[in-house]
Nanobody, 123 residues
């Protein structure tokens, strides 16, 4: 059984909104950073957003359009995506790491990953 389970992907039109969720069955929100990465066909997996405590981090490409929050009681993170663009499409992966380990935007710093959820944005 995977520790991280994503949900909420789907097919939307450009300009629409979508919310992804990541349920962490074993991690401790007090000591972990939760992040979202995405991977489009033929491209490398790239950082999207991360949350550690009350601090959030976003890539320049999504800043102002995406919001990452965390429900600590349920140990679940939510990525609210608005004003979606075709270039936002890809498989979105949730990941966690111990706080302070490596660079927050570096996928190699994360040691737990979900299976991914597909986001498709039609123009």
């Amino acid at each position: 059984q995977l520790q991280l389970k994503e949900s909420g992907g789907g097919l939307v039109q450009a300009g629409d909104s979508l919310r992804l969720s990541c349920a962490d069955s074993e991690g401790d929100f007090r000591t972990t950073t939760m992040a979202w990465f995405r991977q489009a066909p033929g491209k490398e997996r790239e950082f999207v957003a991360a949350i550690a405590g009350s601090s959030t981090y976003y890539s320049d490409s999504v800043k102002g359009r995406f919001t990452l929050s965390r429900d600590n009681a349920k140990n679940t993170g939510h990525l609210q995506m608005s004003a979606l663009k075709p270039e936002d499409a890809g498989v979105y992966y949730c990941a966690t790491k111990p706080r302070g380990r490596g660079n927050t935007q570096d996928r190699n710093a994360y040691n737990y990953w979900g299976q991914g959820t597909q986001v498709t944005v039609s123009s």
